[in-house]
């Protein structure tokens, strides 16, 4: 199966700041790359998705980057607020199967 | 829509007592999914079904089965509950060639 890695484990930054999560896969017939959020007691959320065949997707203050390549993707977000608060999740497909990292705790400070 | 339910929201068992985990959903989706989600590990895949009728297993079957009644439904059976199975269960359904994953609320499950 997958093997998925995801840096840092745990990440916080001043309020303002961008924060910049890792992902590396070892399957390279993956052709789907999701992030997610979940809060605190709460579902996982998708909140950006990047197929294999772009290279960069943004949406206002997220945005992906996909080296397929080199097996790594990356979620930036930028403007940091205190509701970004949250565990984040990378989870590469092939197709019918996800295989999750095991999360980024990240901490936005005020 | 209610889009994907689980039952029940929580549940203590005691080692050695069975239980089944239900999961619905109404956005007419063909694939659905069973995960277990500990402190630490992210999610690991149990149990998937691609289609109604079909089932296979995911990255930590053991000591689970599951049943794809239909369509809609999708259920997860402890047949002998031991403490390593304390962990929160999620489903999650997908749309026939579609990526986007929807998840259910949760099931906190506890076995002492």
């Known amino acids: 199966g997958e093997n998925v890695e995801q840096h840092p484990s745990t990440l916080s930054v001043q309020e303002g700041d961008s924060a910049v999560i890792k992902c590396t896969y070892s399957d390279s017939a993956s052709n789907y790359f999701p992030w997610y959020k979940q809060e605190l007691g709460k579902r996982p959320q998708l909140i950006i998705d990047?197929?294999?065949?772009?290279g960069e997707k943004k949406d206002q203050r997220i945005a992906v980057t996909l080296n397929k390549t080199a097996k790594h993707f990356s979620l930036h977000i930028t403007e940091t607020q205190p509701e970004d608060s949250a565990v984040y999740f990378c989870?590469?497909?092939?197709?019918?199967?996800?295989?999750f990292g095991t999360g980024t705790s990240l901490t936005v400070i005020p | 829509n209610a889009g994907v339910t689980q039952t029940p929201k929580f549940q203590v068992l005691k080692t050695g007592q069975s239980m089944t985990l239900q999961c619905a959903q109404d956005?007419?989706?063909?694939?659905m999914y069973w995960y277990r989600q500990d402190p630490g590990m992210g999610l690991r895949l149990i149990y998937y079904s691609a289609s109604e009728g079909t089932t296979d297993k995911g990255e930590v079957p053991n000591g689970y089965n599951v049943s794809r009644l239909n369509k809609r439904e999708f259920s997860l059976r402890l047949e002998s509950a031991a403490p390593s199975q304390t962990s929160v269960y999620f489903c999650a359904s997908l749309r026939q060639g579609a990526y986007e994953q929807y998840f259910g609320p949760g099931t906190r499950l506890t076995v002492t």
């Open positions: 956005m007419n989706h063909n694939s």
């Open positions: 990047i197929r294999s065949n772009v």
């Open positions: 989870a590469p497909s092939t197709g019918n199967q996800f295989y």
